[in-house]
Each structure stands twice: as C-alpha cells, then as structure tokens.
C-alpha cells in the first residue's frame, strides 16, 4: 500500500525554527510534483508550498521567505523548513504526491499529517 509519512511536527515559542520530513513508502513511483497543505480548526486546507519534479518551487504568500520547500520528487522525499513561525503558522501539516495520469486525470497521495503548534 502506497504512504507518504510525515515526521518533525510539534510544539515551538514564535520566531522559532521546525522542520517537516515526508518519505513515500511502497510504490508511487516517479510523481510530477510534492506539497505540503496545513488545515487549522475550522479552516480549509491549504497548499502552502509545492516543488515539480523540475525543482520549481512556489509558497503561499503568507509563508513566503519564511518557508522553504526541498526534495527529491524522483524518490519521493519532501521537506519543509519553517521560520519565524507565528501562532497563525498553527495547524495540521499534511504531505502530498501527485501526478497526472492519462485518461485519468490528477491522483493526489496524502500522509496523515502532523501538528505543528506554535505557541508561547
């Protein structure tokens, strides 16, 4: 069975550093591309930053120069570094693989998330 795994999440002061890892594990095979989304209570999930399988990054304007994505899609690998986190930065922190398949469209692969809580 197909799995992305998170690991780094949990608690941290404002102004502080925490990274976020995510390998796949079983068999996505080469994707077109990696994010990280965050959900906060009673908020949609949103896409915070993504790297292509070109190396092509783009953030969220709110994590913009603070955040910065890094990976190897071709192994399925995904890290994120976070800066300057702000009690706004608090949420669940979600892994996603995706890739676009003929006659298919997009299928998306998701870890289970972890929590990134940043408070004093």
């Known amino acids: 069975q197909v799995q992305l795994v998170e690991s780094g999440g949990g608690l941290v002061h404002p102004g502080g550093s925490l990274g976020l890892s995510c390998a796949g594990s079983?068999?996505?095979?080469?994707?077109?591309?990696m994010s990280w989304y965050r959900q906060a209570p009673g908020k949609q999930r949103e896409l915070v930053a993504v790297?292509?399988?070109?190396?092509?990054?783009n953030y969220a304007d709110s994590v913009k120069g603070r955040f910065t994505i890094s990976g190897d899609t071709a192994k399925n690998t995904v890290y994120l570094q976070m800066n300057s986190l702000k009690p706004e930065d608090t949420a669940v922190y979600y892994c996603?693989?995706?890739?676009?398949?003929?006659?298919?469209?997009?299928?998306?692969?998701w870890g289970q998330g972890t929590q990134v809580t940043v408070s004093s």
């Open positions: 996603n693989a995706y890739l676009y398949m003929a006659m298919v469209g997009r299928r998306d692969y």
């Open positions: 079983g068999s996505i095979g080469r994707v077109n591309g």
């Open positions: 790297i292509t399988s070109g190396s092509t990054t």
